[in-house]
């Protein structure tokens, strides 16, 4: 059974920076579709960045390209989103997705192909 367990949220003043993780359980990580969305309040989820496991090709959504960085460390099964110069518009629930065995929709965030989601990390951007 695959579980996804964020962790690393926090609360922060515009500027700063945070490391999101995403450890990943059950056979998932080699050759997946892994990426991270988001959904702040009264807004739809939105996709943020994805990545290839097995070769590490990247998409990331407009508004944090140069500001977030998706990478994973295999042996440990966790995916990373480090996240630099924060803006109080990053501000939402943070979450983690996969797709096991199967590489990621070509520069789409669409969510219908991802079946495994975490519960979310809360991420809080001040001004």
Sequence with gaps: QVQLV??????????????LSCAASGYIYSGSCMGWFRQAPGKEREGVATIFT???????ADSVKGRF??????AKNTLYLQMIS???????MYYCAAEPGTGCPW?????????HWGQGTQV????
């Design 86 to 92: 924060l803006k109080p518009e990053d501000t939402a």
């Design 6 to 19: 964020e962790s690393g949220g926090d609360s922060v003043q515009a500027g700063g920076s945070l490391r």
């Design 69 to 74: 960085t998706i990478s994973q460390d295999n």
């Design 107 to 115: 520069r789409s965030f669409d969510q219908r192909y991802f079946h």
């Design 54 to 60: 097995s070769g590490g090709s990247t998409y990331y």
């Design 124 to 127: 809080t951007v001040s001004s």
